[in-house]
């Protein structure tokens, strides 16, 4: 089966730290990705991960463990602009992307 | 670069209409998609096309068809529109390289009103 799980909101304040959870069930896999998704536009992507570990890129890390079938995202010195939505999605072995239904992040000064 | 273009922006079609949602990429990606986007739901692959002259079924292919005569262009047709395809569609296109992390680059989407 597939299934992408994420919360569906979270809260946080400005220059505080986030961390966004997926876990994933997947028959095959192809990596893990994140993108982000500001209202009314479209999706663009963050990270990718396909081995366990830490990918770090400037204030946003990914985060990924195969075995437990869990991805997180990290975000560091929270802006206001980083108030979005945050997408999980993990390629099958299709090489298609099962999508999570996003976790809408909400920055409060 | 315009990357990848959809039209149009937004439409209202009444229901039983058809309607073509037009899609071009100037990247030169042998992969294409159409999603659609629902309040609540992840976002749903609707087909596919894996190269130019191929196309494939995704997770929810009934009332849509595409076509892929080219490597740039992919629309999306709903012979006979309803109300439960009232929808933002994205279409996004990927290098299909056979490696991994093949991101996938997204339209701007078309917001879609069946009445």
Known sequence: ?109 | TAGITQAPTSQILAAGRSMTLRCTQDMRHNAMYWYRQDLGLGLRLIHYSNTAGTTGKGEVPDGYSVSRANTDDFPLTLASAVPSQTSVYFCASSDRSGEGGNEQFFGPGTRLTVL
Not at chain 1, 3 to 17: F, K, R, S
Not at chain 1, 67 to 89: F, I
């Open chain 1, 1 to 109: 089966g597939q299934n992408i799980d994420q919360p569906t909101e979270m809260t946080a304040t400005e220059g505080a730290i986030v961390q966004i959870n997926c876990t994933y069930q997947t028959s095959g896999f192809n990596g893990l990705f994140w993108y982000q998704q500001h209202a009314g536009e479209a999706p663009t992507f963050l990270s990718y991960n396909v081995l366990d570990g830490l990918e770090e890129k400037g204030r946003f890390s990914s985060f990924l463990s195969r075995s437990k079938g869990y991805s997180y995202l990290l975000l560091k010195e929270l802006q206001m602009k980083d108030s979005a939505s945050y997408l999980c999605a993990d390629m099958d072995s299709n090489y298609q992307l099962i999508w999570g239904a996003g976790t809408k992040l909400i920055i409060k000064p």
